[in-house]
T-cell receptor, first 111, second 113 residues
Framework: GDSVTQMEGPVTLSEEAFLTINCTYTATGYPSLFWYVQYPGEGLQLLLKATKADDKGSNKGFEATYRKETTSFHLEKGSVQVSDSAVYFCALKGTGNQFYFGTGTSLTVIP | KAGVTQTPRYLIKTRGQQVTLSCSPISGHRSVSWYQQTPGQGLQFLFEYFSETQRNKGNFPGRFSGRQFSNSRSEMNVSTLELGDSALYLC????????????FGPGTRLTVL
């Protein structure tokens, strides 16, 4: 069945460091792919998305490219800030138009 | 425009009891989905409602049920609570069904003792 596997956390980085959070997926067909962010005490917010192969989603300095050949959708940011501290979820919309989420990666950015 | 609201925000119950959680979607949104979030499993899809009808269901036991009212508000019920039901229950609303855009509420934290 459809599933998402993402990098285990927690991840701790210094401010202005480069961020990569790995995400790979298993799905039949051509799913849409998403990154969501969850700040403490809040629900998930859509960070970026890509709906077809080679699409690049981007928002707030974050980027992810839909790689069909490697079934990956890694999240990257060139220079993280303290305000980026949150939990990040990779997700796909697959079979039956159902969303499948990864387990989440906690990011802490220290000044 | 107000976001998705969920009530209550926190609940403590004991094993064997039942619980009802409520979700009010963004005004105009007609689809409501429910998810269970646990540290080890991430988010797992429970069910989706659209126009008062369940359109999709995840792999959860029959103890988990839901409904949607004519104003699009939704409730989720869990009967005969088990310790493993302790989780954050998230509701997400979207304008229509089968869309990529869903907006999440802050969740209801359920603790089963």
């Amino acid at each position: 069945g459809d599933s998402v596997t993402q990098m285990e956390g927690p991840v701790t980085l210094s401010e202005e460091a480069f961020l990569t959070i790995n995400c790979t997926y298993t799905a039949t067909g051509y799913p849409s792919l998403f990154w969501y962010v969850q700040y403490p005490g809040e629900g998930l917010q859509l960070l970026l998305k890509a709906t077809k192969a080679d699409d690049k989603g981007s928002n707030k300095g974050f980027e992810a490219t839909y790689r069909k050949e490697t079934t990956s959708f890694h999240l990257e940011k060139g220079s993280v800030q303290v305000s980026d501290s949150a939990v990040y979820f990779c997700a796909l919309k697959g079979t039956g138009n159902q969303f499948y989420f990864g387990t989440g990666t906690s990011l802490t950015v220290i000044p | 425009k107000a976001g998705v609201t969920q009530t209550p925000r926190y609940l403590i119950k004991t094993r064997g009891q039942q619980v009802t959680l409520s979700c009010s979607p963004i005004s105009g949104h007609r689809s409501v989905s429910w998810y269970q979030q646990t540290p080890g499993q991430g988010l797992q899809f429970l069910f989706e409602y659209f126009s008062e009808t369940q359109r999709n269901k995840g792999n959860f036991p029959g103890r988990f049920s839901g409904r949607q009212f004519s104003n699009s508000r939704s409730e989720m019920n869990v009967s005969t609570l088990e310790l493993g039901d302790s989780a954050l229950y998230l509701c997400a609303s979207s304008l229509v069904i089968d869309t990529n855009e869903q907006f999440f509420g802050p969740g209801t934290r359920l603790t089963v003792l």
